[in-house]
């Protein structure tokens, strides 16, 4: 099994920032893609952004030029720089990642973190 844990939501006035962290921790033999959803109240979950292993980012519209995401391959962890915050920000905020369990295996397997809140007071 494999286990995600985020940290670092909280409460936070618009313009601010906050910073998530997201550690993956198991039976991993490597983690391909990672990656930051979020789900608001009444809402879908989206995707807010997403890095490959090589590196690649990929960013919602609405996140454009204010989130920065980031990984270390070396510690299993992803992150979420989230600067400008804005009150439509308010959502939870999940991690993902598409884990390879052992080495041979032909698939990955996707697994999520519980969900951290992030509060964005105007």
């Known amino acids: 099994q494999v286990q995600l844990v985020e940290s670092g939501g909280g409460l936070v006035q618009a313009g601010g920032s906050l910073r998530l962290s997201c550690a993956a921790s198991?039976?991993?033999?490597?983690?391909?893609?990672m990656g930051w959803y979020r789900q608001a109240p009444g809402k879908e979950r989206e995707m807010v952004a997403d890095i490959t292993r090589g590196g690649s980012t990929n960013y919602a519209d609405s996140v454009k030029g204010r989130f920065t995401i980031s990984r270390d391959n070396a510690k299993n962890t992803v992150y979420l720089q989230m600067n400008s915050l804005k009150p439509e920000d308010t959502a939870v905020y999940y991690c993902?990642?598409?884990?390879?369990?052992?080495?041979?295996?032909?698939?990955?397997?996707?697994?999520w973190g519980q969900g951290t809140q992030v509060t964005v007071s105007s």
């Open positions: 993902r990642a598409q884990v390879r369990p052992a080495q041979g295996l032909p698939l990955d397997y996707a697994y």
């Open positions: 198991g039976r991993i033999f490597r983690i391909n893609t």
